[in-house]
């Protein structure tokens, strides 16, 4: 069962308009959510997070918005440039114990077309 | 950048043989963590440590064991390779000490069994 889905395995996007990459999640304890980018032939960084106390954070072109009762959360890039075009994966971290995880979405693959 | 570095970066190896990955870092974080990735799975976990000699099962531990021996160093051992564990491979570390609870990936390891 996966817990946090990216239904959407691609997204194509001229530069300078919005790119919006979704997230959905099926449990309701998850109370962070990550965001994470990879290039090809790299390992995959860090981007931006948000707590679900909060329904949007933002870091200059990207934004992440946070809808709790949908179980949905969506990052949004603007504008959007080619240097974003890259693997996007939506992470939730789950604390139990000393286990410490982050379980990750199947990811969105970006273009940005110039 | 988290110092990670992970070795080698790319190996061919034939079915049934053993193979090691290694994963040095110079961070000194407690949790470390293997992934693979797969067209279509996104990140999956393999297994993962939080302290020296403790370690645990993730999502797709089958065919694969771990050892951490110190803090620096994390190995996953392939006993007998299948062309199923063709993927990249990724280690990860984190200190977990607080929210986001953001994971540090190395650059990442290309195994192909043939």
């Known amino acids: 069962d996966q817990q946090v889905k990216q239904n959407s395995p691609s997204l194509s996007v001229q530069e300078g308009r919005i790119s919006i990459l979704n997230c959905d999640y099926t449990n309701s304890m998850f109370d962070y959510f990550l965001w994470y980018k990879k290039y090809p032939a790299e390992g995959p960084t860090f981007l931006i997070s948000i707590s679900s106390i909060k329904d949007k954070n933002e870091d200059g072109r990207f934004t992440v918005f946070l809808n709790k009762s949908a179980k949905h959360l969506s990052l949004h890039i603007v504008p959007s440039q080619p240097g974003d075009s890259a693997v996007y994966f939506c992470a939730a971290p789950t604390v139990s114990g000393s286990a410490r995880q982050l379980t990750f979405g199947s990811g969105t693959q970006l273009t940005v077309l110039p | 950048d988290a110092g990670i570095t992970q070795s080698p970066r790319h190996k061919v190896t034939e079915t049934g043989t053993p193979v090691t990955l290694r994963c040095h870092q110079t961070e000194n974080h407690r949790y470390m963590y293997w992934y693979r990735q797969d067209p279509g799975h996104g990140l999956r976990l393999i297994h993962y440590s939080y302290g020296v000699k403790d370690t645990d099962k993730g999502e797709v531990s089958d065919g694969y064991s771990v050892s951490r021996s110190k803090t620096e160093d994390f190995l996953l051992t392939l006993e007998s390779a299948t062309s199923s564990q063709t993927s990249v491979y990724f280690c990860?570390?984190?200190?977990?000490?607080?929210?986001?609870?953001?994971?540090?990936f190395g650059p990442g390891t290309r195994l192909t069994v043939t």
């Open positions: 990860a570390i984190s200190d977990f000490r607080g929210a986001p609870y953001e994971q540090y």
